[in-house]
């Protein structure tokens, strides 16, 4: 019975959780149709199925994070094999198939189902059941159905682990993936309190072991903490603290944060701007037949802006690679667009965003943001950026000093448009303007102070007055 093996999505992903299944049990799935939502590093990514034919069994759970390789689902009777040429599906399309351009997944889903572990017989007693129960758990079935005997297939039925006095060495049921984290955190999985379903070992109560604090003595420190608190006079029944897992989208951001905050010397600038031009440009261009199936807004003057200036300073779309020791000084711009979803931050980028007319930019970034928001953005759609603009505005932020991605040299910060006093360079007179902050960072090591004041005071200048495009 053919089983489908979590592939490889792109960008070299080891693991993703599994986060929803469209289909169940029972259910006749065709080639290409979705059958589940995973959570890698970089996105939610639907899978669609190399096999049809009927689901038989559901091998992960939702919510569980598992190795690329490992079988999340079987489909099929076993006279339905799996095609001799594997079918090559297009992540970018999941109801296209063929060899087209997008990332294949069944490329890389060769491997034949390994040896399945079963329950063996061995004598009776609560020892004996919970080694069929643990059996059959690793293959992906309940603890608490039949399993059969390698010998002779005779259905021997297992025992609920809570009324089985099993020793506390044989205790522990976990999957294989969350066995080989705890050895490979030095934690004995015997000793844990299992919190996961179906009384198992999850992989929460391995990191917290490893951390040194297990679930069990988060449930005691809650247990003294309730008196004191409602000697305070504050609620007894709700929590104090709540741990939620590090993991997918946001465990990815923060490495990646983490990384380039401590490898590239960053400097920041500021410059305040009067955008009330831009905003007059904004309107005359929503006005516009060609861009009323558009969302038109500052940020698409200021998108267009920096690809502009990078004319003059290509420093800023340039990378420094430390490995090789130069500067790689690239002549296309994939220009990213920090989006806050759920999950965690993404940033998606427009690739070639400076060959694009200020129309077909409109339309590309009014795409990008509402995959983002769906949560439905691809790896490849994330990867090979090479500038980055983070719009703090839409929160009402004024600025900020933003950490630059990783494989770029610079990020800009655009700050809330808000209507504030102004004095007129001209007249001296103090005016309502629309005004608005601007923040670049950028890293020292190639990008000296001149370089970054020159491309900002550009942008800048663009948004002042954007008839001024016309000089770059």
């Given amino acids: 019975m053919p089983e489908y093996k979590l592939p490889d999505v792109g960008e070299g992903l080891t693991e993703a959780e599994i986060v929803a299944w469209h289909v169940k049990v029972g259910d006749v799935v065709a080639i290409n149709q979705v059958v589940v939502e995973i959570e890698t590093a ?168 490893a951390a040194g604090t297990s679930s069990q003595a988060g449930a005691d420190a809650a247990e003294v903490s309730r008196p004191l608190a409602g000697a305070r006079g504050t609620s007894t029944t709700g929590e104090r603290e709540r741990r939620e897992p590090v993991k997918g989208v946001r465990k990815m951001m923060a490495q990646a944060m983490s990384r380039s905050a401590f490898t590239s010397p960053h400097v920041t600038e500021w410059v305040t701007v009067d955008a009330t031009r831009t905003m007059e440009l904004v309107e005359r261009l929503r006005s516009r037949r060609e861009f009323r199936e558009v969302k038109v807004s500052p940020l698409l003057v200021l998108a267009r802006a920096c690809m502009l ?113 102004w004095v007129d360079p001209v007249t001296g007179e103090i005016v309502a303007r629309d005004l608005t902050t601007l923040a670049l960072s950028f890293d020292h090591r190639h990008i000296d102070g001149e370089k970054g004041s020159r491309f900002l005071a550009d942008v800048a200048g663009m948004l002042e007055d954007p008839a001024t495009a016309l000089l770059f």
């Avoid at 500067?327 to 979803?341: C, D, E, P, Q």
């Avoid at 490849?380 to 600025?399: L, Y």
């Fill in 309 to 421: 200036a990078m004319r003059r300073t290509p420093e800023i779309n340039s990378w420094w690679d430390d490995a090789a020791q130069e500067v790689v000084y690239k002549s296309y711009v994939n220009l990213g667009i920090a989006a806050a979803t759920p999950r965690g931050l993404v940033v998606p980028n427009v690739k070639d965003a400076e060959s694009l007319s200020l129309l077909e930019l409109a339309q590309a970034l009014n795409a990008l943001t509402a995959t983002a928001r769906d949560g439905k953005t691809q790896p490849a759609e994330m990867s090979d950026g090479t500038f980055t603009i983070t719009n703090v505005g839409v929160f009402g932020v004024d600025a900020g000093t933003p950490i630059i991605n990783p494989g770029e040299s610079a990020i800009l910060c655009f700050g809330a448009i808000r209507k504030q006093p």
């Fill in 42 to 209: 970089k996105s939610i990514v639907e899978l669609p199925s190399p096999y049809e034919g009927e689901v038989s069994a559901i091998l992960v759970e939702v919510g569980e994070t598992v190795p690329v390789g490992t079988p999340i689902i079987a489909i099929g009777e076993p006279a339905a094999a799996a095609p001799e040429a594997p079918v090559e599906i297009d992540l970018s399309n999941p109801a296209a198939s063929g060899g087209g351009e997008g990332e294949s997944l069944v490329g890389r889903n060769k491997a034949d189902r390994g040896p399945v572990r079963r329950a063996r017989k061995v004598s009776s007693g609560a020892a004996a059941a919970h080694m069929q129960a643990q059996a059959a758990f690793e293959s992906g079935a309940s603890p608490l159905v039949e399993a059969e005997d390698d010998a002779i297939g005779t259905p021997v039925p297992s025992t609920p682990a809570e009324t089985a006095p099993v020793p506390a060495a044989a205790h522990a049921l976990a999957k294989p993936p969350v066995r080989k984290l705890a050895k490979d955190l030095g934690v004995d999985i015997a000793t844990l309190t299992p919190t996961g379903p179906n009384g198992t070992v999850s992989r929460e109560d391995v990191e917290s072991a």
